[in-house]
């Protein structure tokens, strides 16, 4: 009896779809667990399964002091470009307007950043298309700190930058709807 329910759950959508599916219509104690293992030994599943599993990520060494490691990117709010700067060690953030997203102007950002916090070692950034990368070899070794990059369409491997973007975009629109100043949202901290 439960081959035959299992059979008629698995439709080969994947394992996660197949559950989604169980759980709409039926429960026994161990489904899931009975499920996973139905759908594994599924040849027609296995034959096509993705070739290409995703990378493990690896996490980033926590520096031993504020702003030491840093990271940027780039984001857009209803019609504005910004800067987002991230210190690895507190998880502190800053958010700065951009009037164009030249390798230059965010330089000049960066600059005021490095001038104000002076431990920088490392710059973890995601590239954009309008930013150079020759600039910013040049503008590492004339300021003495290590330069990485990621590429826009793995923005998971500068998670943490990709989380200040979500959170300084919820605080920024939170802020606009309730027509209050953006600076005094800090305090959701």
């Not at 003495?144 to 200040?164: C, I, L, R, W, Y």
């Amino acid at each position: 009896m439960r081959n035959e329910i299992l059979s008629q759950i698995h439709t080969h959508i994947g394992i996660e779809g197949c559950l989604k599916r169980a759980r709409e219509c039926v429960y026994w104690p161990r489904m899931n667990s009975e499920l996973r293992d139905y759908i594994s030994k599924c040849d027609v599943c296995q034959s096509l399964a993705m070739k290409q599993p995703k990378e493990t990520l690896k996490s980033h060494d926590v520096p031993s002091r504020p702003w030491a490691k840093i990271g940027t990117d780039l984001f857009t709010l209803s019609g504005n470009d910004y800067l987002i700067t991230v210190d690895y060690y507190s998880s502190f953030f800053e958010v700065d307007r951009l009037y164009d997203t030249s390798s230059k102007t965010v330089i000049n950002k960066l600059k005021q950043h490095f001038a104000r916090w002076e431990s920088l070692k490392q710059l973890s950034q995601t590239m954009d298309r309008n930013i150079r990368p020759e600039q910013f070899k040049q503008f590492s070794k004339q300021w003495d700190f290590q330069h990485k990059t990621s590429s826009p369409g793995h923005a998971q491997s500068n998670g943490k930058v990709e989380n200040a973007v979500k959170t300084a975009k919820r605080l920024m629109r939170k802020a606009k709807k309730s027509n209050s100043d953006p600076y005094n949202c800090v305090t959701e901290f």
